[in-house]
Every structure is written in structure tokens, then in C-alpha cells.
């Protein structure tokens, strides 16, 4: 466990990779990489209960809970989108539910993408930070409930 | 705009000049991510010439006042500007009558004032009201409510592999129990002219009432409603070089004459006394309330705008404007275009295989590229032609063919990065 990274270390490592890039082309090209990466997500998860609202493409998340971390899983039919879901779940997954409902996800600011997305894709984009923390909590209040 | 924007040639027809029409919309100058703004998003809104922006400017510095009460100079100067315009819109769209214009929020609420307003008064239950496959939510949804609420059935022509209406679904579709027919005269997602006056004819033989949407056609399109002979049109004025928030219902003086009120308030009474209240004359009796009057001023310099360049000159220009994006698009690898109708006006609407549209918009957008990305508000015709959406370039006067190659060559590279 010594060589678990808090949320704030790795959000820290997002934001130092993307000083690396000079201009936005780069940037996208790096999120599109992530993307064409991200491990789908099994066709059985691929249905409306698990569709996140707020999205103009269509985007799948699940949450596994193990040892007392939260385990996202997620894909989307557009690539940008999952590039970005790929550093979201690369921030909160395997964390504990209190660290994810603490984190400030301050890196998206920080790589300018707020900015740079037009209002109704980081509107997306702060749907699908909400429905991790939705997991997050429902996880919190089942461990209170037992 | 300058005398020397139209140029003259010896056949008699205008070649528009580009750059000067371009020099009239500031926006055009501006810069968005670093690169020269190239608009291809006109179907959702047209940008604004300068005489649009400076009379929206002179009405709050020098006419501002409340119109058609106070006897003041502001007044009577704010009124006469306001109604200026309405004359400027019978003329557009050749209205018998001046009367016959209604000044609404735009397309949208032209629909829904004659829903609300003759819909509820003259459907009954198993009457019926038919739209097409290919129209926006706000020629469906309107239908939808009153339809429900009258108990009356909604029907739809549908559309053809190539984005055309079949017209001989229509001719089964009608009969005594269509009561009217809500069509788009240019479809917002695909471009297509629909054969509106044949539309209109055929309804007329049944009995039934026609209103078309000409949100999409103002622009594109000469506009004649007593030659049409529909009974009404909607159209918007931010579609074409005016202002958002104003737009006209045009509608025949008897059938308006006999149709009930929409809303209640102010400037659409005669006398009010707490036991009846009696409605003032048209086309006052459909527009309560102050209204959007800076925006009705500014309305005006955009017809004005347009019928200096003269449609049939803007329509050969974005023909060519059409005509080129097509074959360049086409070149692209995995391309299948959504809307092959015979006419065509202006929009260009795409998918590529293996591409989400999105992604495209937002690459496109990292060069300054505005194109619509998504299902236009018509999801009935994406689920027609099985896809979640298209990415849409649809063409304004300002347009080059050079902002079109920059079109083409931002799809090849999106294209090679996403696949």
C-alpha cells in the first residue's frame, strides 16, 4: 500500500504531462490515445441504467467495489470522451469512497480543458465527475448500512 | 454594404462580391483558437451585418420608448420604427396584407400560437394532422399536445433513401379527416427543398389547412405566400441576418380574423372591464404585451440586407458553395452524406464510418471550424436513417470556397487521428 498514489499525486502527474505539450493538436492527439486505449466495457454493462445524463455522446459507467476502494469501469461511443474518461478513471479509481467525494478534480482546470471545451461538453464532462461521485457516496452509505 | 459589393455582368445576372459582403459582418474578423473563424453553422443561426448591429445600437441611444401608447416624439418614432418593419416582412414574403404579419419570438412560437390558438378551436376528436419524417421537434411536438389533448391522430410522410418527402404516402395519407398539414419547406438537417406548392395544392383539394416552416427557406428561397396560397408561414429572423427573439407568423386575414386570442395581456385589448374583456384588431390581438421592439427594429436592415444582394444571386453563390463541399467531402474516405434530394439548399450533413460526429466537431472547433454536430433537433428523421447524428456545415453568402477547403482539409486530418 506504500506505493499507492494519493488522488492528488496522480492528478499532480496529469497536470505535469500536459505542460509537455506545446499546443492543443498535441494535446488531443494525446487524449485520443488514451481513448483508442482504454479497455471497453463488457456489452452486458452497455445498457440505459448505466447511460450517464448530461452527455451529447452516449457514455457507460460502472462501479465495482473492492477492499474498500471504488473500481470504475467506463467507455463512450466518441473518442475524445473516452480519452477524458481514462484520466478520470485514472484519478479516482481505486480509491477509497471518502477520498473520491473529497478529491477537487482541480487537474481539468489545470490542463485547460474547461476552457477549451465548448459549455455543453465540459457540462458532459462534470456529469460524469458527479455520477463517479454518486457511486462513490452509495458505496459509502452501504459500508454504514452492514 | 458598398455599391460595389454587386457587380453587374453583360448577361444580366449579379456576381456577388465575397469580400465586400464579408467586410459587413464583423464577427467574421475575429479569431477562435487561434485561427480564423470559419462559420459553417448558419442553419442554427446567420451571423449579423453591421446596419443589423447599429440599429439594435441606434434604437437604445436615441429611440427607446414603449410602442403604440404615450403620445411622446420616443414614442411615436419607437412605433413608426417597429411597424417599419412589419411592412419590410409583408413585402419579403408578398403578404396581401400587413395585418396578416403576427410578430412572434420566432418559427417556434409561430407553430405554437396557430396549435394553441386555431388547433384547439377546429380539431376534434379523430380528426387528423399530418407533418413529415423530416421535421424539427418544433413542427412535432406543438402537434403532438394538441393532438393529444383533441384526441385527434398525427401523421407523418415519410422520407425517402435520398431525403426526399414520398409524395405518394402523402396523397394516401390525406383525406376529409386531415384537418392540416405542418410541413418544413427546407429541411434544417438535410438541406432538402420540399415541393411545398404541390404540398399546399393537395391539401387545399381535401378541405385541410397548410402552414409550411420556413425557418430554414427566408434566407434561401423567393418567398411568396399568395403564390404558394398556404394559409400560414413561420419564419425567424436570426436565421436570416436579424436578430434572435423576433420572428413572423404570416396567416390569412379571415382564418386569423376567426381564430381565438393566444396570450392575454396588454396591446391585445380593446376594452377590459372585470366582466369581459373585448380583443383588439389584427395583428395586435395575437401579440399581448411589450414586445422584443429593439430587435423588430433591427429586423428590418436584415431584410433590407438581403433584398440589396438580391436571393437569386446569395442562392447561386451557396449553390457553388454546396456543390464544392459536396465533391470535396465525397473524396474522404468512408463518407456517406444524409440528404441527397434532388434540391437542395445549403446544408451539407455527413457521417463518416468509424468517426463519431462529436469528436469531429470538437477537432474542427480546435481550428476554428464551426460546424453543428449532433441530430439537429429531428431525432425522428436520425432514427429514419439509423444514426445518432451527422456533422452539419450548412453555408451563409459570406462563405468561400476557400473556407471550404480548410473544411475538407480539417476532416482528412481529424479523420487520420481518430480512426
Given at each position: 500500500m506504500a506505493a499507492h498514489k494519493s488522488i492528488e499525486e496522480i492528478e499532480e502527474e496529469i497536470v505535469d504531462e500536459f505542460s509537455l505539450f506545446d499546443s492543443w493538436d498535441d494535446k488531443y492527439e494525446y487524449i485520443i490515445d488514451l481513448g483508442k486505449k482504454l479497455q471497453p466495457l463488457d456489452e452486458?454493462?452497455?445498457?440505459d441504467e448505466n447511460k450517464v445524463k448530461g452527455c451529447q455522446s452516449t457514455v457507460w459507467l460502472v462501479a465495482d467495489y473492492q477492499d474498500g476502494r471504488v473500481i470504475y469501469k467506463a467507455e463512450s461511443d466518441a473518442v475524445i470522451v473516452k480519452g477524458l474518461i481514462s484520466m478520470l478513471i485514472r484519478v479516482l479509481?481505486?480509491?477509497t469512497p471518502d477520498e473520491i467525494l473529497n478529491a477537487d478534480m482541480d487537474f481539468i482546470n489545470k490542463i485547460g480543458m474547461t476552457s477549451h471545451l465548448a459549455q455543453t461538453r465540459s457540462n458532459g464532462l462534470r456529469a460524469m465527475v458527479k455520477q463517479m461521485k454518486h457511486y462513490a457516496l452509495a458505496f459509502k452509505s452501504l459500508k454504514f448500512d452492514v | 454594404m458598398s455599391n460595389e459589393t454587386i457587380a453587374e455582368t453583360a448577361a444580366g445576372t449579379k456576381v456577388l462580391d465575397i469580400e465586400a459582403i464579408r467586410n459587413d459582418?464583423?464577427?467574421?474578423n475575429r479569431l477562435v483558437k487561434g485561427h480564423p473563424l470559419v462559420y459553417f453553422d448558419n442553419a442554427a443561426t446567420s451571423q449579423k451585418p453591421a446596419a443589423v448591429i447599429d440599429a439594435l445600437v441606434y434604437y437604445y441611444t436615441q429611440l427607446n420608448a414603449n410602442v403604440?401608447?404615450?403620445?411622446h416624439t420616443l414614442a411615436e418614432e419607437a412605433t413608426a420604427a417597429f411597424e417599419a418593419t412589419r411592412d419590410a416582412i409583408r413585402q419579403f414574403i408578398n403578404a396581401?396584407?400587413?395585418?396578416e404579419i403576427i410578430y412572434t419570438k420566432g418559427t417556434t412560437e409561430g407553430i405554437n400560437l396557430v396549435a394553441y390558438t386555431w388547433g384547439r378551436q377546429n380539431l376534434q376528436e379523430g380528426d387528423e394532422v399530418i407533418i413529415s419524417g423530416m421535421e424539427h421537434h418544433s413542427n412535432i411536438v406543438p402537434w403532438q399536445i394538441v393532438c393529444e389533448e383533441k384526441k385527434a391522430v398525427l401523421k407523418v410522410i415519410p422520407v425517402n433513401?435520398?431525403?426526399?418527402?414520398?409524395l405518394d404516402a402523402y396523397d394516401q395519407l390525406?383525406?376529409?379527416?386531415?384537418k392540416l398539414v405542418s410541413v418544413v419547406?427546407?429541411?434544417?438537417?438535410?438541406g432538402t427543398i420540399n415541393p411545398v406548392k404541390t404540398i399546399i395544392d393537395k391539401a387545399h383539394a381535401k378541405g385541410a389547412l397548410v402552414l409550411i416552416d420556413g425557418a430554414q427557406s427566408s434566407m434561401h428561397l423567393d418567398i411568396d405566400v399568395q403564390d404558394l396560397d398556404c394559409d400560414f408561414f413561420a419564419l425567424s429572423a436570426h436565421k436570416m441576418f436579424g436578430p434572435t427573439g423576433a420572428g413572423a407568423l404570416y396567416g390569412k386575414k379571415h382564418i386569423l380574423e376567426a381564430m381565438p386570442v393566444f396570450n392575454g395581456g396588454?396591446?391585445?385589448?380593446?376594452e377590459v372591464t372585470f366582466e369581459k374583456t373585448t380583443y383588439n384588431e389584427l395583428p395586435y390581438k395575437f401579440e399581448a404585451g411589450t414586445p422584443n421592439i429593439a430587435d423588430f427594429v433591427a429586423f428590418k436592415p436584415a431584410i433590407e440586407y438581403i433584398n440589396n444582394l438580391g436571393k437569386a444571386n446569395i442562392r447561386k453563390h451557396e449553390d457553388a458553395l454546396l456543390t464544392y463541399a459536396t465533391e470535396k467531402v465525397k473524396e474522404l474516405d468512408g463518407i456517406r452524406i444524409i440528404g441527397e434530394a434532388a434540391e437542395k439548399a445549403s446544408v451539407l450533413s455527413f457521417v463518416i464510418d468509424g468517426v463519431h460526429p462529436q469528436d469531429i466537431g470538437i477537432l474542427l472547433d480546435n481550428k476554428g471550424i464551426a460546424v453543428r454536430t449532433g441530430h439537429h433537433c429531428a431525432e425522428p428523421l436520425m432514427n429514419r436513417f439509423c444514426i445518432p447524428g451527422t456533422i452539419r456545415a450548412s453555408f451563409a453568402v459570406y462563405n468561400t470556397l476557400e473556407e471550404v477547403d480548410k473544411l475538407a482539409d480539417g476532416l482528412k486530418k481529424a479523420i487520420r487521428l481518430l480512426r
Open positions: 452486458v454493462f452497455k445498457k479509481s481505486n480509491h | 459582418f464583423p464577427i467574421l403604440h401608447r404615450g403620445i396581401a396584407h400587413r395585418e433513401e435520398k431525403g426526399e418527402l414520398i390525406l383525406s376529409e379527416r386531415t419547406h427546407v429541411s434544417n438537417a438535410m396588454g396591446e391585445m385589448i380593446k
